[in-house]
C-alpha cells in the first residue's frame, strides 16, 4: 500500500499543490499591483480621475496588496517565490 501511495499518488497531489502555489502568485503579482498603484495616481494627479474614484480605486489596491503580502508570506515556506 505504501508503494502505491509513493508511487502514484503522491507526486500528483505535489504537482497540485506546485500548480496551486504557482497560481496564486501570478493572481497576486505584488509588482503588478504597486504599479497599478502607481497608475491610478498618476491619473489623479494629472486630472483623468476624479478624486472619489481615485480614494476608491486606492482602496481597492492597497486591501490586494496586502493580501498578496499576506499569501506571499504563508507560501514562502511552500515554494521559493522570487520578485
Known amino acids: 500500500m505504501f508503494l502505491f501511495d509513493d508511487l502514484l499518488v503522491r507526486p500528483f497531489v505535489s504537482l497540485l ?14 509588482e503588478a499591483l504597486r504599479d497599478d498603484l502607481k497608475e491610478n495616481r498618476l491619473l489623479y494627479e494629472i486630472g483623468e480621475r476624479p478624486e472619489p474614484a481615485y480614494r476608491e480605486r486606492k ?9 498578496a503580502r499576506e499569501l506571499r508570506a504563508e507560501l514562502s515556506d511552500k515554494v521559493e517565490v522570487k520578485g
Not at 17 to 30: P, Q
Open 59 to 67: 482602496a481597492e489596491l492597497e486591501a490586494e496588496l496586502e493580501r
Open 17 to 30: 499543490d506546485v500548480l496551486h502555489t504557482l497560481a496564486l502568485t501570478e493572481l497576486y503579482d505584488v
